[in-house]
């Protein structure tokens, strides 16, 4: 069932697409999902939390989102900013196939879905939202921190949703430990939205490099 994880790169579960409603105070989107991809039947809460609590990006620049399933963070933040740049990465390629078809249906031009590997080395972000795979292991999901957060502008911040229980207040102390200052944004529901910015010398730890979500 290894096949059937939404952190896995090509589900082996059958497809079985149905219609799904996001509503947000600002917004609603009427969207596809699919088997094999995180949270498939409604807005998982982490995620929901995340759109309606995180703040806007603090300075003006290209949006990720990293792991983004089939999309909804990625989705919303094109639709809030439709004159920036939206990537939505994840290594799921049916989860990309969704992005491309939501955003198709949306009318949405500013948003590109890619692997990993196919982001451009030299491209930048001001803001990264992201309900991050706490599940693919410790080891795994610092790597990921590290090779996205090195990806900031030096001015840019990261958002990220995690649950108490799961570890957000450990690893916002490793990621101050590593050199991304990071304070906690809310406390909503045993989420924590964490935010963490840049090194003071303008660069993350470089370990982790060629990772993938």
Known sequence: MSGSHYFTGAPEVES??????????DLTLELTTDSGVFSRSR????TRIL???APPPRVRGPILDVGCGYGPIALTWATR???????????NTRALELVRLNAEALGLGNVQAALPEDVPADQRF???????PIRIGKAALRRLLHQWLGRLTPDGSAFLVVQKNLGSDSLQKWLNEQGYPTTRVT?????RILEARPSPEGEGPESGRGTTT
């Open 43 to 46: 807005l998982d809460p982490g």
């Open 187 to 191: 406390s909503v529901n045993g989420f």
């Open 126 to 132: 001001a803001a990264i939202y992201s309900n991050p």
């Open 51 to 53: 759109l309606e609590h």
């Open 81 to 91: 900013r439709k004159r920036l740049p939206v990537w939505a990465v994840d290594v």
């Open 16 to 25: 079985d697409r149905r219609p799904i409603t996001v509503t947000l105070p």
